[in-house]
């Protein structure tokens, strides 16, 4: 059986099996953001921690944008990464992807994203998984965003 696609509906509960994820928008205020202006940057904060006792190595962290949304190029820069617990970064059109060791204490990811479109958009929730051990996942909750002018 295959399926493709996307859920319908924004997932309203968290999904922790082994490892639990956040992801906070914040204004320059550091308050959460659910309305925001054309090409105004927003500061995304991630949050990622292993709820067993041992470390999660090869940990694939996928936070998809919202649409109409991208990464702010100076703030995230692909390949090598020079965040502590993050070997690498993979920064797509649609997404910033994460690759590293999730432990007890948390792993604390920020960067920024700016909107090029107005409207009101729906915030994926984020994602983790162990790329070899696939019962290991968190997801978040997603939520809303809306874009004027």
Do not use: W
Request: proline share 5%.
């Amino acid at each position: 059986m295959v399926e493709a696609g996307f859920d319908r509906h924004v997932p309203t509960q968290p999904v922790t099996a082994g490892l639990e994820v956040h992801r906070e928008l914040l204004d320059k205020n550091d308050q959460p953001v659910t309305r925001t202006k054309l090409g105004e940057p927003i500061h995304v904060r991630l949050q990622a921690r292993s709820v067993g006792d041992d470390s999660v190595t090869n940990v694939a962290i996928i936070d998809l944008l919202p649409g109409g949304f991208e990464v702010v190029g100076t703030s995230l820069q692909p390949g090598v990464s020079t965040i502590s617990g993050v070997d690498y970064v993979d920064v797509r059109e649609d997404r910033a992807v994460f690759y590293g060791t999730v432990s007890g204490s948390v792993l604390e990811i920020n960067y920024q994203i700016k909107s090029s479109n107005r409207g009101a958009f729906t915030v994926p929730p984020i994602f983790a998984e162990s790329m070899y051990e696939r019962a290991i996942k968190g997801c978040g909750v997603g939520g809303k965003i809306t874009v004027a002018e």
